[in-house]
Every structure is written in structure tokens, then in C-alpha cells.
């Protein structure tokens, strides 16, 4: 009785076989379709903002503080994930922690909750008259300011706890397929637990940790809504500031392509310093590694995965619980805003479904077929991630206006916005998969008389499929957050949940903001729970 | 009649400094079975992902049944070449099973089709005994169970050859010999053409009707087994498929004087020539005696036989086979008999 | 062998496919003649109320698209070559009159429009005000004392109010106008040494109106600079607060007063039905409502008021909306100088 084979590839990657002629045309009409999508908002915005004047309306200084001030705190924030991602990852795969199946759902939540609703209720709790002070202050009887979230070391807080789970979630992956005889052997030669985290399991999570490191940090530096609210001053408030004061946009898109710069600066030097496989590829073991047994560490360890999904999860939800008043009201809310749910699921489920589709195509042909084509098709996908929601919201609105006015206007271009900033997503996530396969699988379709095509529909779809569902989910929880182009896009009384939660959160209707908030986490949260359950009833 | 035919192929990797296929030209005949025998990297793999489309050659042709497959420009996907393969980890579609694999390259429209095709399944899974195995998944089958599978799956469109990529490798040696004879019980049976690759030569001369040896990327010698074992045409060949030692000798009046006795010179070597005559253990025969021409020096016991190794007065070493049933220790003096049915004679490089 | 899960995915991939067709070749919703488009700058929940009451007596549905005034009329500009909105309703008049001039909007008269006072709407007809705001001093009871308080806004540069005072950024329009209208009636050097003895004074600069008012209520603030319906919104969520209507005094220079206003886009889709809705909102029940639900200043003449003061009540500074629209982006250079958080 053999082991369960996996699909992976032992050894050397021998070179993909040659794809005919027929499907490298096909890549390069891929290559054409993506590039026009993503690029013509990019080079909008460079026509916009590179114009008389407008440099020097904004000085230099100024231009170099807010880089440095955006840089850093999307720095300190990735940092900070990490902390909170590493230890609960590791002590969700690795150890005996009691209830670590459910942790380990858990930590996937903070997704689900946007970061600006994660401000909001940190405001509340933390904010310089909310819960904490009022109640210090009673206790103390001084009225003296204890805590303030507001400002740019809670922006840092914040952004770091409501994207760690794009960092836990990959380490989890990495960590469930290490193969334990390395860390066995490190052991034998010496290496206490500590030893072998350090020497042995780190270096091989490394690719996961930055993977999931990229993928917030990117998320910190365009992020907009939480760090409004939270009165930090960086680039994309500025953008906003400038939109919604001058007169016309030219500071804003000049403000815009120097991000966007920024952001593919990053992208290229993440590709250049560590490569273009940037996730783990599967090493096809079968043995799991036995669980640690933590022994009087249980404790301890437990005290910190409750402080860390506390943080990131009950409280939250908590306070958004108090503050959104009865079920009557609930009821209410949700009989009155209904046709916005509507509108979110329509939207996000379509982008979803398309992103899947398309990221397939495109990881499949960016890791099968030669040429540069190929590599300049993921280059160009991830641009698409890099442009901050509001900055796409603006350069989608002047380009098809201008030019395809019978698309602008429809929902179709809102859709548009969330393929384009979220098909990456999509991209890596089967790209990882792909590579993982053994090739000869390819081999052996082919020389049954089996098309290229073919092979993709028949043999790498289905091995693939459990990927192609966590993609669609999560693309579906980005599309259904997203709010800074949605907030531009939106055809007229087409609101969105996030839309919704924003205008209540300005007009000062915090119940009715919490009340769409819990709304809007459980409608993202439910994918991931049905993906999760399926997966366990081995139905995926 | 001739049914693959590479002509002068030659295949380089990018950012490779030599070619891995150097001027290949080979034939294989309807019904045959081919092995492509030699170390790792010699090419062998290459010739065979050249035959199925998965490398295309920088020159050369390759023609399958008389149609020009590859030359130049011209060249036909690998999907549409009627070639199939096993390879060596098998891989079988993990989602898929016994019978969908075998099936994934049949015709299926239609009620007919479908038919057709369930027939052609249970008929190659009876001629690979896995019949009864058709709703398993591959994970749930032993390994010689998968291999199976694998060949099975490759024969049912009725290719025009089967190409086998060290298909033994995977498996536990004592396997292996189990295998290599069902296998060629079921090629047999399907009569179907089949070039096999290997670094074994044990296997190659068991299974196959013709051998072509490569080493770096060229072909040494392609010859039916006998030949290659016992008139091997290079050095490299002769080492490779069994142990041999080269025995120094000197051409001297019309023979072939060496330190243990007198040759023939059979290919006509002009005199005062440096050669080497290629000896083979089971050529040498021993018998102590006391003196002796060599002294034993070392001994391998390899279950039926012994192989002594020993030493000549001017150093060289020899060996011999001898059947275990006699033990010679070391240090015995012995003298040595050679009787080569074929002298093959090597110039001194 | 085909199973459930993959009869259910397949199902919903064909209904998704089917919907995808349907985003894109159908028509969007405004484009049938008898929605009305809005882009509104005011709060949704003050304008749904009159939204509604219009759709009730005209049968007329309106697709309401709110957000910031400044970040609308950018809207506007970019959709030029195609219109999507009919009707724009700002926050104040100067960013009418900037429209105005760059030819973005459609002139609009009629016997509700001529009742409006001249100095809330425009000469040519393109805008006109709807309801206002008086720029106000609000307070909060518990930190401020009934001496202390404030009656000009030329006192809070005084340093007993260091750190006590807050007001919206120009992301708020009514924040420019009113800086604008201090340059007009002062002189920009002066306007300019205030705004510093602000700044020098702790002044902090938030996002928008709601912020001041919730500060100054719940007391994270003494003082803020605000419009007056948020002294009353305020009031009505049971919080501390009185208000100023300062510079009232004979040497004062008046509390300005914003006019919301409308104004037809040029090109819309639907001009009928835009017209039809300004003359809603300039009717006794448009204005009522306006007035009860935002607490707005009612700008016709016999406009009742209920709580609200009235606009003949208030003396107010002699600026034009075109005026404060020619100072608008001088205004806002000037601040922008000074800080920049403006």
C-alpha cells in the first residue's frame, strides 16, 4: 500500500513541455486583454498628473515627508502582523493548543472585518472619550486622557491586526507541508524546540511569511478608510483631501501616480530580491509531524491566542454588538437596506466568479508557457493591486466616460474595478497551486491526444479546484469590503454595504453602522465558514 | 518495416554549453522493443521527449509511421503524434479513477462512443490483470497496481509505440524482475512497438530486442543485446554493460602478446601496436597452484558465484568468476585460463 | 459520474454568466426617463425625507448619489462630455458660481426661484438657494462658563482657549466660504494674522461638521466653528451645547449665512423632472420639511422657521456668492500656507 501521492514533483522541475502555436496566441491575447485593462487607468493618471504646474503646487518637502510617513507605517504595520501571525500559526499547526481547529478559523475573521470598521470600534473603546478613559477616569477620578487611538501609532495598530491573517493563513499552509524530517533531524543533531524554530522551520516559512507580508503590506500603504478616520496623514488621505478640495484634480493625481510608483517600486523589488516563485512549493510528504506537547506552556500559550483573536475578533464584534441596539432594530435596518445587500452579493459574487476564471488562465498560462509574454502577464495583473481604490475610481471614471460611455455608468465598470485591483489575488493563489503539479501529469494528457485546453479543463482544474474555491472566497470578501472606488463608481442609488456603513458612520448613525457592519462581516464570513466546512467533509 | 526513424538529432537545453542529443540516428522496427541504455545524463530521457513532442530539436528529423513529425519548422504537438508514454512516478490523474484513467484518451461522443470505450477499457485492464480495479483510486493501489495502471492507460488508444520512461526504478528490486517479465507478456500481447529507457543493463538485455547505448548525448553502439555484451565497440560500452578489464598487450609476430597469454589478432593491428583485449570474470577460469601466474588479492560473493580479484606480476588486476560452491582464500596463487568466445580488441588511447 | 456539488456549481456558474450579460448590455437605471439623478452634498438621512415626499406627491423616483460638495462638482467636471446627474445640491453657493463660469450648468427660472432674496441665488439664473447656515460659535455648557462665552469669532485667538477649539478642514465648503467671507469683509492680511493666532492657538482641524459637533458635545472640545443646524442636531441627542450667532453687535461684521443650493447640470437626462423637484424644494412643503428635518434657515421671506432663527434675524456680512467664489481659490491657498491640514 503505497502513500497518498500527492500531485507534487520530486526533484528538479524538468522544462514545461512546448505549447503549440495555437495556445501561445492565446496568451498573448491574454497579455493584450489584461493590459487593457489595468494599464490605461495607470497611464490616465500619468498624463494627469504630469502637467505644468502642478509640481510645484506640491513642494517637495511635503512630498517626501508623507512617502516616508506612508512607507513607514505600512512598515511597522506589516511588522506588527507578523508578530501577531507567526506565533498563533505556529501554535495552531504545531502544537497540542486545546481548541486549535477553531483558532484556527477564527483568525481567518479579522478578514472579513474591514479595517475602517475595525477603526470605528477601537475609536469607540480607545478614542480619547471612549469606553477605556471614561472608564479610567471615573476610577481614578482625574480627567486626564489615558489612551488615544487616534494618529499614526494606531493607524499602525490597527492596519497590523486586520491583516494578519493574510500572513497566518499562508504560514499555516507552509507549515502543514513542511516535511517533519528536517526539523527531526535538526533535532538529533542538537537543537533544542527554540533552536529548530529558529534554524530549521523559519528559514523554510520564509517565502510564506514574505508572501503574506507583501500582500499587507500593499493592503497598508493603499488603505484609506481606517486611516481617515483615525486622522493619520498620508498619502491616500491626501488624495482624498485633495479630490474633495481643489478644484481640480491634478494635485490628486499627481499625489496618485507618485503611490502608484511607490507600490510597483516594491512590487519589483520584492520580485528582484526574492524571486518569482514568492509562495512555498509543496514538498509532497505524507507523514505529518506529531503535535508539541506544550506541558505548562498551555496556559501561557492559550492566554495568547485569546489576547490575539480578542483583539482582532471578539472585541470588535463586541462592541460593534452593543452599539447596534435591538433585534427590532436590526430587523428594521435589514428590511430597509436589503436591496443594498443585494447589490453587494451581485457585485462581489460576479467579480469573484470572473477573477477565478481569469486567474486561471492566466496562472496557467504565466507558469506554462515560454516567452516573455508570460512573465509580463503576472508583472501586469499585480499592477492592478497596487492602485489604491480611490486613485482606480478616479482614472475609470474619466476614461470611460470619455470613451465607452454605454459601460460607464452600468454596474459593469464597478465590477471592473474589483477585477482589476483584486485578480491578483486570484493569480497567485492558482499560480502557487499550478506550479506544485507535477508536470509529467501535463505529459501524460498530452500524449493521450489531449489539447492544451483540454488538459487545462480536464487535468489541472479539477487537481486544482479546492484553490480555485479559497480564490473565489477571497476574492469575494475583498470585492464585498471594498469601499474608495466603490464610493466613486457607484451608479446613482446603487449603494454598496460598505458604502452604506460609510455614509451612516459620517452622518453620525452609529447603530445603524453597526447594525450593517455585523451585516457585512457575516456575509463575508460565510463563504470562507461553507469552504471550510466542505473542505474538512473532504466534499472539495 | 521501419516504424521510428530519428535521423541526425541533435537537442540542446538553453544555457547549456553542450548539446544533450548529439547527431542522433536511430530506427526501431513495428513490433520491436528498443531499450536506450546509459548513465544519468547521457540523453537517453531527451531522445524519448523528442519522439513524443515534449523537446523539439535544434536539427534533425523524426519521422512516426512514415510521417514527418519533426524537421526543421515543421513540427507536430505532441497531442497529435499517436505516441504513448509511461512515466517513471506513473503520473496518474489523482481526481480520476482506474477506469476514468485509462479512458481519459478515448473518443467518448455519443451512447456509442461511450460504449466503445467501456469495452476498450475492460478490455486493456484484463490485458494488464487490474480487471475488478476499476472504481479505485490511484492512491488505494500498490505501486506495481499504479504501473499498471499507467501502461494500461497508455495502450488503450492502441498507440502507434509506447514509450517507457525507467519504469522500474520505482520499485522494490526484488519487484522488479516480476515486472520486467509481465510487462514484456503484455507488450507482447498487444504487439505494440516500444522503446524503453534505463541505466540498467540488466534490464535492457532481458527486454529488449535491439539497444542503443548512449553516452553524452551520442550513440555508442546499437546492436542486438548479444553483440553489445560481448563485441561492445568502445571502451565505455564494454564497462558499462558488465565488468571488464582491458589487458594490456603488444602486437608481436602476427599475434597479440599480452602478460597471460597469446591472441589472436583478429582485426589485423599492425605490429608494435599498443592494444588492450577486453576480458570478461565468466572468460577467466582459476585453479590454485603453486607458482601461480596471478595471486588472489580480493573476493566479492554475489550469491552464485565469487569474483576474484588478482593481482598480475606487473600489477594489473584481473577478475574471475568462478560458481560459489568453491571458496579460493585470499593470497592463493593461482593459474588462469582465458577462453573468450569473442576477442575484442581495443587500441591503446 | 457527476456529483451534486458539481450540478450545483455548474448552476451557479450559468446564473452568473446570465447576470454578467445583464450588467453590461442592460441599460443602467437612470437611463430611463422618469428616474431623476441627484448628487447630492448634503447629509442623506436630512435630504431622504424630502426625497420621499417628493417622490410621494409626483410619482417621480429619484437615484440620490451623496458625498462631499468639492468631490461631486469634481464629478461633475470629469462626466462633462456625458452627464449622469441631473440636479447638484452644494453646501454652499461659491461652488455654483465656479460652475457656473466654466458653463456646467443649466439655467433655471420660475415664479418659486424669483421669491428667493438676490444675494442667495444666482444673477443668471444658473443656481439658487434652497435653505442656509449661519456660520455659529458652538460651546459646550459644562466646559465654557456663561461669562466666558464667546460673541465674536475674533476672540477665540485669545489664549484661554488654547487647545479649546476645533473646526471641519475645507473639505467642508461652508469652512472656505467663511474664511473667504472674513478676507472680503477684513482684507486678506488680516484674515491671514487670524488664522495664524488660531493655528498658535491649538486650533485642530478635522475632517468634517459632524466631527466638531460630536467633539464639542461629548466635551473633547470647549469651542467649535460650525454651521447652526448642527447646534440643533446636537440638542436633539441630549448633548450640552449652546450656541453664538457671533459679530452680532453694532461694530460686528454679521454671521455669515451659506446658502444650500440647486442647480440643473447641463446636459441632464432628465430636465423636466429637475425642474419639477426645485420647485418641490422652494415650495411651503419642501421648505417645511428642510426646516423641521436639518434644521436649516428657510431663505423665502415668509418661510416659518419653528425652532430654527430666522434669516431676517441675523445680520449678516455684505458679501455676494460670487464674490466668495472669485476668493475661493485665493482662500484656499491661503490656508493651505498657513497649514496643512486645511
Not at chain 1, 486622557?145 to 501609532?153: A, D
Request: proline share 6%; net charge neutral.
Amino acid at each position: 500500500m503505497t502513500q497518498a501521492p500527492s500531485t507534487a514533483f520530486h526533484g528538479a522541475l524538468p522544462t514545461p513541455p512546448a505549447l503549440g502555436r495555437g495556445t501561445k496566441v492565446a496568451a498573448t491575447l491574454l497579455l493584450l486583454g489584461v493590459s487593457l485593462m489595468v494599464l490605461p487607468p495607470l497611464l490616465y493618471l500619468a498624463g494627469a498628473a504630469i502637467r505644468p504646474g502642478t509640481i510645484g503646487a506640491l513642494a517637495g518637502a511635503a512630498l517626501v515627508t508623507l512617502a516616508g510617513k506612508s512607507l513607514s507605517l505600512a512598515a511597522l504595520a506589516t511588522i506588527w502582523a507578523m508578530t501577531l501571525a507567526l506565533p498563533l500559526a505556529w501554535l495552531v499547526v504545531r502544537t497540542d493548543l486545546p481548541f486549535r481547529d477553531l483558532c484556527r478559523w477564527l483568525a481567518v475573521i479579522p478578514l472579513a472585518i474591514p479595517s475602517y470598521i475595525g477603526a470605528l470600534t477601537y475609536i469607540a473603546l480607545l478614542g480619547p472619550v471612549g469606553t477605556v478613559n471614561t472608564w479610567l477616569s471615573t476610577l481614578t477620578g482625574t480627567n486626564q486622557q489615558w489612551v488615544n487611538i487616534y494618529g499614526y501609532g494606531g493607524g499602525v495598530f490597527i492596519l497590523g491586526l486586520f491583516t494578519y491573517p493574510y500572513i497566518f493563513i499562508l504560514v499555516c499552509t507552509a507549515l502543514d507541508s513542511t516535511n517533519p524530517a528536517i526539523e527531526e533531524t535538526a533535532r538529533l543533531l542538537g537543537e533544542g524546540p527554540l533552536g529548530v524554530f529558529r534554524r530549521v522551520t523559519l528559514p523554510m516559512l520564509r517565502p510564506s511569511i514574505l508572501a503574506g507580508g507583501l500582500l499587507a503590506f500593499l493592503y497598508a500603504l493603499s488603505d484609506f478608510g481606517s486611516l481617515s478616520l483615525l486622522r493619520v496623514h498620508v498619502f491616500t488621505t491626501e488624495i482624498y483631501h485633495q479630490l474633495n478640495t481643489r478644484f481640480d484634480h491634478s494635485a490628486a493625481a499627481l499625489l496618485s501616480f507618485v503611490l502608484v510608483l511607490i507600490t510597483l517600486a516594491v512590487l519589483v523589488g520584492q520580485r528582484l530580491l526574492w524571486g518569482r516563485r514568492s509562495f512555498v512549493t509543496v514538498t509532497g510528504t505524507a507523514r505529518v509531524a506529531p503535535p508539541m506537547h506544550l506541558g505548562r506552556w498551555r496556559w501561557p500559550a492559550c492566554a495568547l491566542a485569546g489576547v490575539i483573536l480578542g483583539l482582532s475578533v471578539f472585541l470588535p464584534i463586541g462592541v460593534l454588538l452593543s452599539q447596534a441596539g435591538s433585534v427590532g432594530q436590526f430587523a428594521e435596518v435589514f428590511r430597509e437596506q436589503w436591496g443594498f445587500f443585494k447589490n453587494s452579493l451581485w457585485t462581489a459574487g460576479l467579480a469573484a466568479t470572473f477573477a477565478m476564471v481569469l486567474g486561471l488562465l492566466i496562472a496557467y498560462t504565466a507558469v506554462r508557457a515560454k516567452g516573455r509574454a508570460s512573465a509580463s502577464l503576472s508583472g501586469t495583473v499585480q499592477i492592478g493591486y497596487a492602485i489604491p481604490g480611490t486613485v482606480l475610481g478616479l482614472s475609470l471614471i474619466l476614461l470611460y466616460n470619455t470613451y465607452l460611455p454605454w459601460f460607464y455608468g452600468t454596474v459593469g465598470v464597478l465590477v471592473l474595478a474589483y477585477l482589476i485591483r483584486f485578480l491578483t489575488q486570484s493569480m497567485q493563489g492558482v499560480e502557487a497551486a499550478l506550479a506544485g503539479i507535477n508536470p509529467h501529469l501535463e505529459e501524460a494528457a498530452r500524449s493521450l491526444a489531449v489539447s492544451p485546453g483540454a488538459v487545462l479543463r480536464r487535468v489541472l482544474a479539477p487537481i486544482v479546484r479546492p484553490t480555485l474555491f479559497a480564490v473565489w472566497a477571497l476574492v469575494f470578501i475583498s470585492a464585498m469590503k471594498e469601499l474608495d472606488a466603490t464610493l466613486l463608481l457607484r451608479p446613482a442609488g446603487f449603494d454598496t454595504l460598505p458604502v452604506r456603513v460609510y455614509i451612516h458612520t459620517v452622518e453620525a448613525e452609529y447603530a445603524k453602522a453597526a447594525i450593517l457592519s455585523l451585516l457585512l462581516i457575516a456575509f463575508t464570513a460565510l463563504p470562507w465558514l461553507v469552504l471550510t466546512r466542505l473542505r474538512g467533509k473532504k466534499l472539495l | 518495416m521501419t516504424l521510428i526513424e530519428l535521423a541526425r538529432v541533435s537537442v540542446t537545453y538553453p544555457n547549456a554549453a553542450t548539446p544533450a542529443l548529439h547527431d542522433l540516428t536511430l530506427t526501431v522496427e513495428e513490433g520491436a522493443f528498443l531499450a536506450i541504455l546509459g548513465p544519468s545524463g547521457c540523453g537517453k530521457t531527451t531522445v524519448l521527449r523528442a519522439i513524443a513532442g515534449f523537446e523539439r530539436p535544434q536539427s534533425g528529423r523524426i519521422l512516426i509511421d512514415g510521417r514527418l513529425v519533426c524537421e526543421g519548422s515543421h513540427w507536430v504537438p505532441p497531442e497529435e503524434r499517436g505516441v504513448g508514454m509511461v512515466f517513471q512516478d506513473y503520473a496518474l490523474f489523482p481526481h480520476l479513477t482506474v477506469a476514468q484513467n485509462v479512458a481519459f484518451g478515448l473518443r467518448r461522443s455519443g451512447r456509442k462512443g461511450r460504449e466503445e470505450a467501456d469495452r476498450t477499457v475492460a478490455e486493456t485492464l484484463g490485458l494488464v490483470g487490474l480487471n475488478g480495479m476499476e472504481a479505485r483510486y490511484p492512491h488505494e493501489l500498490s505501486g506495481g497496481q499504479q504501473q499498471r495502471v499507467a501502461i494500461a492507460r497508455a495502450l488503450a488508444p492502441k498507440p502507434i509505440v509506447l514509450l517507457l520512461d525507467e519504469p522500474f526504478s520505482n520499485l522494490d528490486p526484488d519487484m522488479r524482475g516480476q515486472m520486467r517479465e509481465e510487462v514484456q507478456e503484455i507488450l507482447l500481447r498487444a504487439g505494440t512497438t516500444a522503446i524503453l529507457v534505463t541505466h540498467d543493463h540488466d534490464e535492457a538485455f532481458a527486454m529488449a530486442d535491439r539497444v542503443a547505448v548512449l553516452n553524452h548525448g551520442r550513440l555508442e553502439q546499437f546492436d542486438n543485446p548479444e553483440s553489445i555484451y560481448h563485441t561492445p565497440s568502445t571502451p565505455f560500452v564494454a564497462n558499462f554493460v558488465g565488468q571488464a578489464d582491458f589487458l594490456l598487450g603488444r602486437v608481436d609476430d602476427g599475434k597479440i602478446q599480452t602478460e597471460v597469454g597469446i591472441f589472436e589478432n583478429v582485426d589485423g593491428h599492425p605490429p608494435g601496436k599498443a592494444v588492450e583485449i577486453m576480458i570478461r570474470p565468466d572468460d577467466v577460469h582459476i585453479m590454485p597452484a603453486s607458482p601461480g601466474a596471478a595471486q588472489i588479492v580480493g573476493r566479492q560473493f554475489r550469491g552464485s558465484e565469487n569474483i576474484y580479484t588478482m593481482l598480475l606480476p606487473s600489477g594489473q588486476h584481473l577478475h574471475s568468476s568462478e560458481p560459489s560452491t568453491t571458496v579460493y582464500p585470499i593470497g592463493t596463487s593461482v593459474e588462469l585460463k582465458i577462453v573468450a568466445t569473442h576477442i575484442v580488441i581495443f587500441p591503446k588511447q | 459520474m457527476i456529483s451534486g456539488i458539481t450540478i450545483i456549481i455548474r448552476t451557479a456558474a450559468a446564473l452568473l454568466i446570465v447576470s454578467m450579460a445583464g450588467t453590461v448590455l442592460l441599460p443602467p437605471a437612470d437611463a430611463a426617463s422618469d428616474r431623476l439623478v441627484i448628487y447630492s452634498g448634503r447629509k442623506e438621512k436630512a435630504f431622504k425625507p424630502v426625497v420621499e415626499a417628493f417622490t410621494k406627491q409626483t410619482g417621480i423616483q429619484v437615484d440620490l448619489k451623496g458625498g462631499k460638495t468639492s468631490g461631486l462638482a469634481n464629478e461633475i467636471r470629469m462626466e462633462k462630455a456625458n452627464p449622469r446627474g441631473d440636479l447638484f445640491i452644494s453646501t454652499e453657493g461659491g461652488i455654483m458660481e465656479v460652475l457656473a463660469g466654466e458653463g456646467l450648468l443649466a439655467p433655471y427660472l420660475s415664479p418659486v426661484t424669483k421669491a428667493v432674496p438676490e444675494v442667495f441665488k444666482s444673477t443668471t439664473g444658473t443656481w439658487t438657494g434652497i435653505s442656509g447656515r449661519a456660520r455659529i460659535i458652538l460651546y459646550n455648557k459644562n466646559l465654557v462658563a456663561e461669562k466666558d462665552i464667546p460673541r465674536s469669532v475674533l476672540e477665540l485667538t485669545d489664549p484661554k482657549w488654547k487647545g479649546k477649539l476645533a473646526i471641519a478642514g475645507t473639505r467642508e465648503r461652508t469652512t472656505l466660504a467663511w474664511v473667504s467671507a472674513l478676507v472680503a469683509v477684513k482684507g486678506e492680511a488680516f484674515t491671514r494674522d487670524y488664522i495664524k493666532g488660531l493655528l498658535a492657538n491649538g486650533l485642530k482641524i478635522l475632517a468634517d461638521n459632524t466631527e466638531i459637533w460630536q467633539g464639542v458635545g461629548r466635551g473633547e472640545f470647549a469651542v467649535g466653528l460650525t454651521n447652526s443646524p448642527n447646534y440643533y442636531l446636537a440638542k436633539k441627542m441630549g448633548l450640552p451645547v449652546g450656541v453664538v450667532y457671533p459679530d452680532q453687535g453694532p461694530q460686528g461684521f454679521g454671521t455669515p449665512i451659506n446658502a444650500n443650493a440647486v442647480a440643473i447640470i447641463k446636459g441632464a437626462k432628465n430636465p423636466d423632472a429637475a425642474r419639477k423637484f426645485i420647485d418641490f424644494l422652494l415650495s411651503l412643503d419642501g421648505q417645511h420639511i428642510l426646516v423641521t428635518a436639518d434644521y436649516e434657515i428657510p431663505l423665502l421671506p415668509e418661510g416659518d422657521s419653528g425652532e430654527v432663527l430666522p434669516a431676517r434675524s441675523i445680520k449678516q456680512p455684505p458679501v455676494t456668492e460670487q464674490h466668495l467664489a472669485v476668493l475661493a481659490e485665493p482662500t484656499l491657498k491661503l490656508l493651505t500656507a498657513l497649514s496643512p491640514d486645511w
